[in-house]
């Protein structure tokens, strides 16, 4: 089964997430960042197709299966309950959320959704 993954962050994380996806030659889908100039470098280090304009774009993107969030932890919640909310599977980079009370929410949430969190 192929599964189109969406990085959300261009950071350093992000950056040793692609080449993971890479080194084992997994294609990367997609990938959203705030700041265009970066996305763009970043979809051409990795061979990323689909550069993202908003989490909206991805979100609404029914070929995106899942999302990995690579940005700052106090991000984390917002965006992954956006992602799950619309069937997307998400992996997040540590600290997952903020606190144990935004995870509860998150995997029941995810529960609701039949998605993977």
């Not at 990995?68 to 309950?81: R, S």
């Not at 903020?98 to 995870?103: A, G, I």
Request: proline residues 1%; negative net charge.
């Amino acid at each position: 089964m192929i599964v189109n993954w969406t990085i959300v962050g261009t950071g350093i994380i992000a950056h040793e997430m692609a080449t993971v996806f890479n080194k084992n030659d997994r294609e990367i889908y997609g990938v959203f960042g705030r700041n265009s100039k970066k996305v763009k470098q970043f979809a051409s280090d990795y061979g990323v197709v689909h550069q993202f304009n908003s989490l909206d774009d991805v979100f609404s993107d029914d070929n995106v299966d899942a999302v990995y969030i690579a940005t700052p932890h106090n991000t984390h919640f917002d965006i992954a309950k956006q992602a799950i909310e619309h069937g997307k599977h998400v992996l997040m980079e540590k600290a997952i959320t903020l606190n144990k009370s935004d995870l509860d929410q998150l995997e029941d949430l995810a529960q609701q959704h039949n998605v993977i969190m």
